[in-house]
């Protein structure tokens, strides 16, 4: 199955189409604000009760399987904070309700993203 998704899928190291400013509530007060390059970089904080308790920063590969959906490599250079040791993550990601919305999932779980103005 990967052999084939490789040749039936573009690979870029990014593109704009998931680049922006990004903010997932992920309940209890806490949230993650992301942003994303369309070079290939990301940062995000992730607050908790409006303390910032995590802060990444790395790079990212971006794999398409059409205009608005597929998988990112998310892979950190720079992590402060709690939750230990950053590890690179391979998210499917779906752009919905016309690029304003970003889901990832990964394991399982996923994270829905809203798209925030500069």
Do not use: C
Not at 24 to 38: F, K, L, N, W, Y
Not at 62 to 86: R, Y
């Amino acid at each position: 199955m990967a052999a084939t998704t490789a040749a039936t899928t573009g690979a870029a190291w990014a593109d704009a189409s998931v680049s922006g400013a990004w903010r997932a509530e992920m309940g209890q007060g806490i949230t993650i604000d992301m942003d994303v390059t369309p070079d290939g970089g990301w940062s995000s904080e992730t607050i908790q009760h409006k303390d910032v308790v995590r802060r990444m920063k790395g790079t990212y590969t971006q794999t398409t399987s059409n205009d608005h959906a597929g998988v990112l490599v998310f892979t950190p250079t720079e992590a402060v904070g709690k939750n230990g040791k950053a590890v690179k993550e391979t998210d499917r990601y779906e752009l919905r309700k016309d690029g304003t919305e970003l889901r990832l999932t990964t394991g399982g779980d996923t994270m829905v993203f809203k798209k925030q103005q500069k």
